[in-house]
């Protein structure tokens, strides 16, 4: 009789524990979101929640004016950087933080903590702080119903992160540092080989070119580069570095060459730069 009681009562319990463990699929009230951007050579990740207003006043009721917020909803919003990066001036090492925020009426402070392991700001602790600072808040011209984290305004080295939500919106900038392992890579691969590559000539004189560097040996290695292998897009960077050095005559006969080789390979973009350079240069 006790043998078959056990038995009865095991597999009562494996049902119970089997009901317990099933769950029903539902919508989640504050979706989950990844953002992955590479910002000039630095991949940035962003893990956040994204809550809604949902016909609530946010800032300065459910999100209290002066105390820390989550930046987000559920567990914090975490940033993680693959290189070392600057934000609001400051140095931030390669690595990952939780980002919080406290709001006001007029700006933000904006929070890297180096303790990613929170649900939301419960047990925040300012000394676990990375770096904090100051940013204006502004409002926008329309209401944003679910709170967004963004990236635009990228330049080589930069791009703008921004948070809106109501009518909120807080940005603030990441700086990367770029031309230290760019250079370094051309110093490798081009001038101390000293390569014929015309692969690698193109790009380090495109990118002293760009960067206002040493023109002269732009122009050196784009033009080896063109005279052992041409394309359409080499032959237009070179005939605006002849531009740039006052070398008309040839930035004409370079442009024309370029616009001739769009045209066989039926690229309307640079069949149109080539006619706008061929007439700026007349």
Known sequence: MNKKFNVAFLILSMVSFLSFGQQIQMPQASPSAKIIQKVGLTDVTVDYSRPSTKGRKIFGELVPY???WRTGANAATVFSFSTDVTIGGQLVPAGSYALYA????????????????LWGAIGYKP???????????SKTSKKYETFEIAFNNFTDNSAV?????EYARVDFKIQTDV????MADIKKLVIDTQTTDPGLLFQAG??????SKDLNQAYAWVKTS?????????????AKIEVALGMKTEALQSANKSKAMAEEAKNPDY??????LIKSIK
């Open 271 to 276: 069949i149109a730069l080539n006619e706008r």
């Open 161 to 165: 992160v921004s948070m809106k939500w």
């Open 66 to 68: 002066g105390e820390v």
């Open 179 to 182: 031309d230290p392992i760019v």
């Open 226 to 238: 063109t005279d052992m292998d041409p394309k359409y897009w080499t032959v237009h960077l070179r």
């Open 102 to 117: 406290i709001p006001g009426k007029n700006d933000w402070t904006i929070i890297l903590s180096k303790n990613t392991k």
């Open 206 to 211: 495109s990118y002293y070119f760009t960067n």
């Open 127 to 137: 000394e676990e702080d990375q770096l904090r600072f100051n940013v204006e808040s």
